[in-house]
C-alpha cells in the first residue's frame, strides 16, 4: 500500500508546540515542567519538555527545524511519522535524563536534532536514490546545524542536540516504521 505523507501531524504537532508556549506564559508554573536529570520528577520532562519553551525566539527557531525537517521528513518516512517522532523524542528524553548535566531541559530542539540526524543518515543506510538523495540535500543546505551539538552555550542544551541527533540516527538505523 502506497501511503500519504503525514504532514497533518507536523502541523498539529507545531500547533501543541505553540499551546504549550502560551501555556507556560498563562502558567508559570508550566515552565517548570522541563527535563530534570536524574531526579524522578524529572522523568514527566521527557513527555512535556519538547512544549516548553524559554523565549519568543527559541520557540520560533525550534518552530522553524520542526517545519523544514518534518515536512522532508513526512515525504521519506510517509505514515510512520508519528512513530519515528514519538520514538525520537522518548529516547532523547531518555537519554538527556541520563547523561545531561542537571537543570530545566527545555524546547523540542532534541527532536528537531532528531530529525536532522534521520533525514541525513537513512541515505546511508538504506541505500536507495530516494534516501541517498535526500540526505545529501540536508547535508548540503543544512549540514552546518550538526555544529549545534557542541557546547556553546551554558543556557543551550547541548545534549539534548547531540542524544536528540543521535535517536535520530538509531531511529534510521534500525528502520522504525
Same mark, same amino acid.
Given at each position: 500500500?502506497?501511503?500519504?505523507?503525514?504532514?497533518?501531524?507536523?502541523?498539529?504537532?507545531?500547533?501543541?508546540?505553540?499551546?504549550?508556549?502560551?501555556?507556560?506564559?498563562?502558567?508559570?508554573?508550566?515552565?517548570?515542567?522541563?527535563?530534570?536529570?536524574?531526579?524522578?520528577?524529572?522523568?514527566?520532562?521527557?513527555?512535556?519538555?519538547? #512544549?516548553?519553551?524559554?523565549?519568543?525566539?527559541?520557540?520560533?527557531?525550534?518552530? @522553524?527545524? !520542526? &517545519?523544514?525537517? /518534518? *515536512? $522532508? =521528513?513526512?515525504?521519506?518516512?510517509?505514515?510512520?511519522?508519528?512513530?519515528?517522532?514519538?520514538?525520537?523524542?522518548?529516547?532523547?528524553?531518555?537519554?538527556?535524563?541520563?547523561?545531561?548535566?542537571?537543570?530545566?531541559?527545555?524546547?523540542?530542539?532534541?527532536?528537531?536534532?532528531?530529525?536532522?540526524?534521520?533525514?541525513?543518515?537513512?541515505?546511508? #543506510?538504506?541505500?536507495?536514490?530516494?534516501?541517498?538523495?535526500?540526505?545529501?540535500? @540536508?547535508? !548540503? &543546505?543544512?549540514? /552546518? *546545524? $550538526? =555544529?549545534?551539538?557542541?557546547?556553546?552555550?551554558?543556557?543551550?542544551?547541548?545534549?539534548?542536540?547531540?542524544?536528540?541527533?543521535?535517536?535520530?540516527?538509531?531511529?534510521?538505523?534500525?528502520?522504525?516504521?
Amino acid at each position: 500500500m502506497n501511503q500519504k505523507p503525514s504532514y497533518t501531524f507536523i502541523f498539529y504537532l507545531l500547533v501543541f508546540i505553540w499551546l504549550g508556549f502560551v501555556a507556560s506564559i498563562l502558567v508559570p508554573s508550566f515552565f517548570t515542567m522541563g527535563l530534570y536529570p536524574r531526579e524522578a520528577w524529572g522523568l514527566l520532562g521527557i513527555f512535556t519538555s519538547p #512544549f516548553i519553551h524559554a523565549s519568543w525566539q527559541h520557540l520560533t527557531a525550534n518552530s @522553524v527545524g !520542526i &517545519l523544514i525537517f /518534518g *515536512t $522532508i =521528513f513526512s515525504w521519506v518516512v510517509k505514515g510512520a511519522t508519528k512513530q519515528i517522532i514519538f520514538y525520537i523524542i522518548v529516547v532523547q528524553g531518555i537519554l538527556t535524563w541520563l547523561f545531561a548535566r542537571e537543570g530545566n531541559h527545555i524546547g523540542a530542539s532534541g527532536l528537531v536534532f532528531g530529525l536532522f540526524g534521520y533525514l541525513i543518515s537513512i541515505g546511508f #543506510f538504506e541505500r536507495r536514490l530516494k534516501y541517498i538523495f535526500v540526505s545529501a540535500l @540536508v547535508m !548540503i &543546505l543544512w549540514g /552546518g *546545524t $550538526i =555544529f549545534g551539538v557542541l557546547p556553546t552555550s551554558s543556557y543551550v542544551s547541548w545534549e539534548a542536540h547531540l542524544l536528540g541527533f543521535l535517536a535520530g540516527v538509531s531511529a534510521a538505523k534500525f528502520g522504525l516504521d
